[in-house]
């Protein structure tokens, strides 16, 4: 069983920064591209930022500029660094991850983290 774990939403002023983290645990033989999606309410699930295993990255026009996706390979971690916050940014904030376990490979999602941006 392989889970993914997100912490680091939260409240913040338009302007300000928050880092998200996420951490995948279980039976993984190889972490491939991992990355970040939201869902606004009433809006779907869109793409936010990705990262492959060699660290070549890939973002949203949206957010160019401010964002920042990195990752641990020796923790099976994802981050994403926001500054420059929008209100428009609020959103839940989910972790993907590519996953090569003992019996397949396929895509695996946290549980969502709330980011509201909001004076």
């Known amino acids: 069983q392989v889970q993914l774990v997100e912490s680091g939403g939260g409240l913040v002023q338009p302007g300000g920064s928050l880092r998200l983290s996420c951490a995948a645990s279980?039976?993984?033989?190889?972490?491939?591209?991992m990355g970040w999606y939201r869902q606004a309410p009433g809006k779907q699930r869109e793409f936010v930022a990705a990262?492959?295993?060699?660290?070549?990255?890939n973002y949203a026009d949206s957010v160019k500029g401010r964002f920042t996706i990195s990752r641990d390979n020796a923790k099976n971690a994802v981050f994403l660094q926001m500054n420059s916050l929008k209100p428009e940014d609020t959103a839940v904030y989910y972790c993907?991850?590519?996953?090569?376990?003992?019996?397949?490979?396929?895509?695996?999602w946290g549980q969502g983290t709330q980011v509201t941006v909001s004076s």
């Open positions: 279980g039976r993984i033989f190889s972490i491939y591209a």
């Open positions: 993907h991850a590519n996953i090569l376990t003992g019996v397949a490979r396929g895509d695996y």
């Open positions: 990262i492959t295993s060699g660290g070549s990255t």
